[in-house]
């Protein structure tokens, strides 16, 4: 599986996930999964989701924001988006959000390659 950067350079999610880092927040990567509409994620949004993987699926919204160094805001607007986009599903547990990764094993397939 491969991620296309907007600059139609083609990488993979290992060589990704060091140049993730140096890529400006407004870029935005194409993420061609097994699902079968193309579907556009941002920079933050790809390492909210790889966080979510290596938590093993499931974090709450404050480890989220402290471990990316995110703001509160963005971080809720963000997750926002990947719900709506169906990656994650956002559960109210007290005064804190738990978020949960959708589609584990299509995911899983992705990160794996």
């Given amino acids: 599986m491969k991620f296309i950067i907007e ?3 083609e990488t993979s999610v290992n060589k990704l996930e060091t140049e993730s880092m140096n890529l400006e ?3 935005e990567i194409e993420i061609m999964p097994i699902i ?3 579907v556009r994620l941002s920079v933050e949004e790809l390492k909210i989701i790889k966080f979510l993987f290596d938590k093993g699926g499931e974090a709450y ?3 989220i924001y402290k471990t990316l160094n995110l703001p509160k805001s963005s971080t809720s607007r963000i997750l926002r988006r990947l719900a709506e986009k169906g990656f ?3 559960e109210r547990r007290g005064k804190y959000n738990y978020v ?4 584990k094993e299509e995911l899983r397939k992705i990160f794996s390659s």
């Fill in 7 to 9: 600059k139609s350079k």
């Fill in 25 to 27: 927040s407004s870029e």
């Fill in 36 to 38: 079968r509409n193309q």
């Fill in 61 to 63: 919204q404050v480890e």
């Fill in 88 to 90: 994650i599903e956002i």
């Fill in 100 to 103: 949960r990764l959708l589609n």
